[in-house]
Structures are given as C-alpha cells and as structure tokens.
C-alpha cells in the first residue's frame, strides 16, 4: 500500500513540476526516460530471474494459463472497446 | 524501442537467474528492490513533468474527466469473465481460475494469494497467468496498440502504473498517461479485494 501511494506521490509531484514550469522552456527528456525504461525492464527481468518458484511452475501449469490469459485478455480488450465507445472516451 | 526493451529484459532474466544459481553473489535485492524503485520513481516524475507541461495532453484529460474510470472497471469485469470462460472450457475450479484472472497481471500479489485460497497449484497457476500478462504486454505493445488506442492499458491491467507504464506512454501517447495510471492504479487497489471476494464466494 506503502507503494500505491510513493508511485501516486511522484507522479503528482512530476505534474505539478511540469505545470509550473510550462511556456518557459522547451525540455527534452527522452534521453533521461530511455535510461530509465532500461534499467527498469533490466531490474524486472533480474528479479524474474531470480525467482526459482515462478520459473519452476511455468512448464507444469504453462496451457493451464495460455488459455486463461488468453480469454482474460480479450475480454479486457473487448469491454475496454465497449465501454470507450459507450462513454465516449477519446 | 521495442527491440532494446526485448534484449534488455533477457539479459535481466539472465542475469538474475545466474546471479540466483551461483548462490546470490551479488546481493539480488539491490537490483531487483532499490534499482527498481529508483528509475520507477524517477520515470514517474519524468513522465508526470513532461504531461503537466503539455498543454494538449491536459485538455484531453480534463475533457475525460471521471469517465476514464471507466476503463479499470471495463478490464476488471472483463478478465473475471474471461477466467470464468476459461475455467469452463478447461473444466478446473472455475472460482480458483476467476480468482487466477483477478491478479490483474500483479503477479506477486496473485501467486501467494490465490495459492493461499486455493492451494498451492492454482497458486502456481496464479504466477504463470499474471507474469505472463505483463510479459505480453511489453513484448507485443506495438502491435496492440493498432488494435485500439487503449488496448495495451486493458492488457496492462494493473501493471500499467509501474512497469508497463512508461511503454505504454511511448506508444500511446503522453495523454495515455494518467488513463493509464489510473487504470493500473484502481485495478492494483482491488485486485485483493476481488480474489478475496471470488474465494468467498465458492
């Protein structure tokens, strides 16, 4: 829970920076996000890969969950179409 | 983008699993704890800095609205039923697979609980199905977002305000952003809730 509201405080945080700061200059921080997007997904795949328990469970239970994630899925896809063209989100 | 986001994972996968085999030389918790909350935090900020000095991405949001609530709870309703559809097609406890398909993608959330209501196969079941969700995610985004502006957020479920987030504003737009974190941030907060309730319900 601790998390949920770090993540929700920065992002405000970085809003809030980026709200005052606007019509002054021109920023480019691709760069800085690329950097980060890496060491990220790296960090993801390391803590993957160090999990014996995951990675032993995955060849047992792998159709098992192929086809559960596969209906999960597009039903998420389905009812997000759906209810984007209800509400008319753009 | 995709193809350095694809190498870089693998390489992560390995060298974790390296790291792990060879009796964690390196003390695993540096990476995969401190390094990881690091650049989310900072790819928070970044991200959050470069929409609130986008005026567009701004008025789209505030021409939304609430309604972008709506998506958590379309991803929400339409992975329980595709759990269900699944848990009937493959003939197993449909309550367990349900559950399973609450996780939302959070995996280390719906392993240990589901396995924790369920018994330790559907917990097993529960890691597979939701890492696999977050894995698809990144690995198929560009092709996803052809399908529907929105559709890497519905297969994001609950990841698209941490680790799929910042691929999802590449593709999508920095007007995903908040559609996204929000998305990922409801389904994060209601997933235990929902595998809970599924498991009191059999």
């Known amino acids: 829970m601790l998390n949920l509201i770090n993540l929700a405080f920065s992002l405000i945080a970085g809003i809030l920076l980026g709200y005052f700061v606007r019509d002054k200059k021109r920023f480019n921080l691709g760069g800085v996000t690329f950097g980060a997007i890496v060491v990220l997904i790296f960090s993801l795949g390391f803590s993957i890969g160090s999990n014996n328990e995951l990675l032993n469970s995955l060849p047992r239970v792998a159709l098992n969950a192929i086809v559960i994630l596969l209906l999960t899925i597009l039903f998420s896809v389905v009812f997000v179409k759906m209810a984007r063209k209800m509400v008319k989100i753009e | 983008m995709i193809k350095y986001i694809l190498v870089t994972l693998v390489l992560g996968v390995a060298a974790g699993y390296l790291n792990h085999i060879f009796g964690n030389i390196f003390a695993g918790i540096f990476v995969s704890d401190y390094l990881f909350n690091f650049s989310l935090i900072l790819l928070l900020l970044v991200m959050g800095f470069m929409f609130g000095a986008d005026k567009e991405a701004a008025a789209k949001l505030k021409k939304a609205g609430l309604k972008i609530l709506v998506v958590p709870f379309s991803v929400a309703l339409g992975s329980v039923l595709g759990g269900l559809i699944g848990g009937l097609i493959l003939g197993i406890n449909v309550f367990a697979s349900m559950a399973v398909s609450a996780g939302y993608g959070w995996y280390t959330l719906a392993g240990p609980l589901v396995g924790q209501l369920f018994g330790v196969e559907f917990g097993a079941l529960g890691f597979t199905v939701n890492f696999l969700r ?32 910042p691929v999802i504003v590449r593709y999508c737009g920095s007007e995903a952003l908040i559609t996204a974190f929000s998305s990922g941030f409801t389904l994060s907060l209601i997933a235990p809730f929902t595998i809970t309730a599924i498991a009191a319900l059999q």
């Open chain 2, 134 to 165: 977050e894995l698809l995610t990144i690995t198929t985004i560009s092709l996803t977002v052809k399908i529907d502006k929105y559709a890497p957020v519905a297969f994001g479920g609950a990841t698209t305000m941490d680790t799929t987030l």
